[in-house]
Nanobody, 116 residues
């Protein structure tokens, strides 16, 4: 059974930091590209960052560059999103996604709320 379980969300003040984790099971994690998406109230889900399976090449949404860092620990089947200098506009439900070819798995999300 495939599972992606996000954790680490919560309420933080503007300028604060959080580290999100996404624990994967039920598939060969190291073979999948991993991504973090977010969806703010009333808005579409958007890509925040992703990391390739083998080389670990990363890519970021412009508005989070320099503040967010995506990383993965293949032996632990976990992907992380370190977030610093958080802003109120970062408030959203954050989802992790695993993808390989046409196969995609999603987690259920974790809520991040940044107060001003």
């Amino acid at each position: 059974q495939v599972q992606l379980v996000e954790s680490g969300g919560g309420l933080v003040q503007s300028g604060g930091s959080l580290r999100l984790s996404c624990a994967a099971s039920g598939f060969t994690f190291s073979m999948y590209a991993m991504s973090w998406y977010r969806q703010a109230p009333g808005k579409e889900r958007e890509l925040v960052a992703d990391i390739t399976s083998a080389a670990g090449v990363t890519n970021y949404k412009d508005s989070v560059k320099g503040r967010f860092t995506i990383s993965r620990d293949n032996p632990k089947n976990t992907v992380y999103l370190q977030m610093i200098s958080l802003k109120p506009e970062d408030t959203a439900v954050y989802y992790c996604k695993a993808s390989r070819g046409r196969t995609t798995y999603w987690g259920k999300g974790t809520l991040v709320t940044v107060s001003s």
